[in-house]
């Protein structure tokens, strides 16, 4: 390894300054620290007296007035605060840096900072290095025409790294009308404490608009964090995208009185990428003892869950729920019903709804209990882990939709299939190191899967189902093994009904145990089954 | 902000548009005749506060063969650089500076400078822009208070390359505020390419004139994962209105978005267009908050007030308000579509369903909507002959909780009948709103609750419907009070068939379902009208 004397080590360490600030840009110092006599400095010219209520806006403008500090600063220039300068912000230069006074941007120094809305109008490239935005120790107050600590609108984009943005009474940070912020190594926490009831103003970040938000590096370096804010803690709507590359989302929906949102939630025709790199990189997890899932996907959006992300509902609500929606997983955890005292009451762990689809593309671990290292599962009996209604499907997919190898998805809990929704399982084979073993293992936890209202429920080959399958209400099972491998279900396929028998099965050889089927209608013992 | 949602977001993007205090003012005369003039109005510097001398451009003659002044300072699409500008002024354009135009200039205009101002410098309502007004990638362009329309001689576009009034693409934004887009031989604002138009107290009349098809002869048009956005941030009584366009009110193309939302309820109106007044596809999204859409008011090739397909997403509330022809739905979904709705009226004469959803779309009902297939006498629906609901090929119609979305429980009042076909469900009630209203009330007026070919129908607890419920062909009904409340329907539940009974009910105790059906006691013994039971 190479070493370095002390001249040649501080000529490097010279040498990486020179490269941090552009060539012919300009390092802008803004002291906030005096009631009077703040002063607004760009190396050669300073302005004086000023005070922590105009310092900073002099020099970057405000709603009011663009920068009274002339000429102002240029794209590639570095904007140092110290200590908190308190007004609004509006920011029209592009290219910008700001960041704190301390010597080291890529350290959060919360002395350093803006309280009050800072906002850029359709500039790209800057970057928010090290800094408060808001305040750390508790909330305070913004002004009446304000919405959020950080706003970003109309085509700007803003890189937030190792930064804080804290305690706004408002939106923690706003994206709107296809801007983007990335969130790196920052965090988000404490906001929407002014509008503790509306779920439309007090959300850790809300993208709007054809809006993106990309929290962590592609790398999986840099996670963000969101918590403890009033509403939701990431929401993203009308036709917006969120990437989650690595980040913690846990504790948020704190309002009072139960009325909160998801952890995370997408609508109109909106996207989510959330991906754990393989390093448990993302977590994302609903309040123990409080309200909603941890993400909920409505109205034609997307969600695309995949390489280790841990996804934690509580006892009463899902992990991942959909409306109108598709969910495609891959390699990932979800659980649910932890301490659920009547775990059959709880959301299945995974519930889609009104023509949602679930898609399985292997390596899952879908658990309605504590899930364990693997795809283990300490499962809460009687609890649901897959639900789909009201016309939804849940399907396994093969992992190469993805690009991923095929492998097997575990599921513990039971399963509800009801109004119309189809269940279609069973890729065949897949490897296991050296073993072929089943794509689908699912134990049904003390519960079973129940199949009722016009639903179709389907086994291809490949399904290993430790438990009971229930059809009932013209619901009917279709079993093959064209995918290879077969179809076990230890505790039976069942078709119950009370008076009409109204339920078929297909295929009665190809599930093990097989099923005997009735030869008529007119005397059907019961449990038995229709033939076609 | 407070409580009108996101409206304060654009209201404040507008208000910090409009704050250029150090740049320079530019001051554009087009006359109509003799010469257009330019000058500009120094700010900072040895020249603060002093005027130019008044520089002579060519006469406007509605095409790009001679620059006019605004020509010359904005650019053009011919030619992108105003490079005489510098040499005649000793400064050139730049971001924040104000552009004043007195007059109406006759020229093509493309900005590619960001952050520009471009107003009226009289207040008369007459100065403005003969042409297109061109954003090409600028962002933070602002448009206040000019009519902007064709050549008025010839009422067309200089050039067939000319696509509408403002056209900003490949990442612009443009702020419309107190303008007139008037008369567009094509499109009145057109978003494209990852751009944005922002229409705040903004008029948008009689686009499409020379091409009334439903993409570019509508009065705003986003395309290609653009947005638009309606408002009236002022709350005054002036406010955005999208009207008696030739192609559409609005059109929304390949993940693209529009938010309108209202500072003062149904003060953004959409209305008076032919075909329809919106209409979304290719996975775009359109969220209206107390907007009015007055389809009602269309005279020519009307079609559904609101029309979304291709995994389109519409959500509608804050007592927005839709209206349509007769023969035409206020709200039609397809191809894997979703609307929710909370707190709104939607009114259709008999003719056509009030709502349809087919080919595995989604009606999500979120309470306080008020669904008529009538006439509405200012409080309630009245001559209820129609259909407020038809769902169909694996389309979904469900009451979902408010509280999932941020809204307050409220009831839901459906007039009209219901038509649920090809493996469609319905699944409704969740229980009481303030402890006894159910959440559903429905009366089917003179109609029924039609359920057939292999669909379904769910009541669980907290739904009124008064009229009859029929289900048939393979069809089956489940009843239950899950969520609380009663369930009643009073013309009762039952199962017409002709020679095979197919359809079936679980048997229900009577709060799932009152009066309780007449179910046969087994299938060979089944009587007319008589449903399975389970």
Known sequence: ??????????????????????????????????????????????????????????????????????????????????????????????????????????????GDGIQGQLEFAGVGNTVIDGILIGNDSG??????????????????????????VANGPFIGILVARSSAVSVIDATVSGNGNGMATDNANNMGILATSSATVVLGNGDGTGPATIETNAGSGVVVSDGSSLVVNAATIAGNATEAGGNGLAQVLLLGASSGFITGQNAAATTITAPSAG??????????????????????????????ALDASTLLLQGSVVSSGVGASSPGASEPTIHGTGNSVVALAGNNNVCFGTPGPGATCTANSGGIALGVDHVSTLIQVPGKVLGYPSASDTVSGGGSVLLQSTVDLGLGLVSSGPSLVPSLSWNTSGAAINVAQNSSFRLDGGTNITGALKLTQSSNGFFNQSSGGTNTVSGGVACNFNTVPATHVAGPTFVSPTLTLAGSMVSVPKGQCLGF | MRTGGLCAVFATAALGATQQALANTWNVGCPGAGATTLSVTYVGGAMDGTTSSMLDFAADDGTDAALDALGALLGTPAQRTASTIATSFGVTLSTGDTVKITGSCQQDVTITTPGLRITNATGSGSDG?????????????????????????????????DQALVYAHDGASAIVQ????????????????????????????????????????????????????????????????????????????????????????????????????????????????GTHVGGDECDTHCGSSIEAVGASSLRLDGLTSIGAVAGQSAVTLSGSSTLLASGTLMIVPAGAATIEASYNSVVALAGGNTICNGSFNGSTCIDSTGTAFQIDHVSTLIDVPPEDFGYTAGQDAVFGGGTVQLQSTVDLGLGTVGGSTPSLAWNTGSGAIAISQNSSFRLDGGATVTGKVKLSQGSNGFFNVANGGTNTVTGGVSCPFTAMPAAHVVAPNASALSPTPDLAIGFLSATANQCLPF
């Open chain 1, 291 to 320: 309200c909603c899932q941890a993400i909920f996907a409505g109205g034609a959006s997307t969600l695309d869950v995949e390489q280790g992300a841990a996804i934690v509902g509580n006892k009463a609500h899902a992990a991942i």
């Open chain 2, 178 to 289: 107190n303008s007139s887009l008037a008369n567009s031989p094509r499109v009145g604002a057109f978003a494209a390419n990852a751009s944005q138009v922002l229409l705040l107290d903004t008029f948008i009349g009689g686009s499409g004139a020379s091409v009334p098809d439903f993409e570019f002869g509508v009065g705003a048009l986003a395309i290609d994962g653009s947005s638009l956005v309606i408002d009236s941030p002022d709350s005054n009584p002036t406010t955005t209105e999208i009207v008696s366009n030739h192609g559409g009110g609005i059109a929304l193309f390949n993940g693209s978005s529009l938010v309108s939302t209202s500072a003062v309820v149904s003060t953004e109106i959409i209305h008076a267009n032919d075909g329809r007044q919106l209409f979304l596809t290719g996975g775009s999204s359109a969220r209206l908050t």
């Open chain 2, 129 to 161: 822009v003969q042409g297109q007004i061109e954003v090409a990638g600028a962002r933070q362009t602002v448009i206040n208070g000019l009519l902007v329309g064709p050549n008025m001689n010839s009422g067309s576009f200089a050039s067939a390359a």
């Open chain 1, 1 to 110: 390894m190479m070493t370095l004397s002390g001249c040649a080590r501080a000529a490097a360490i010279l040498a990486l300054a020179v490269l941090a600030t552009p060539a012919g840009a300009t390092t802008w110092t803004v002291d906030c620290s005096s009631l009077s006599n703040s002063t607004a400095s760009n190396g050669t010219t300073m302005m004086t007296g000023l005070t922590p209520q105009n310092a900073l806006g002099t020099v970057l403008g405000t709603p009011i007035s663009p920068p009274l500090f002339q000429p102002p600063p240029v794209a590639g220039d570095v904007i140092q605060i110290n200590s908190i300068c308190s007004e609004d912000i509006l920011v029209r230069i592009p290219g910008l840096t700001i960041t704190n006074d301390s010597g080291s941007p890529d350290t959060l120094t919360v």
């Open chain 1, 139 to 164: 909330p305070f107050a913004l002004g009446a025409a304000d919405i959020a600590n950080l706003y970003v609108h109309d085509g700007a984009s803003v890189a937030l790294k190792n930064s804080q």
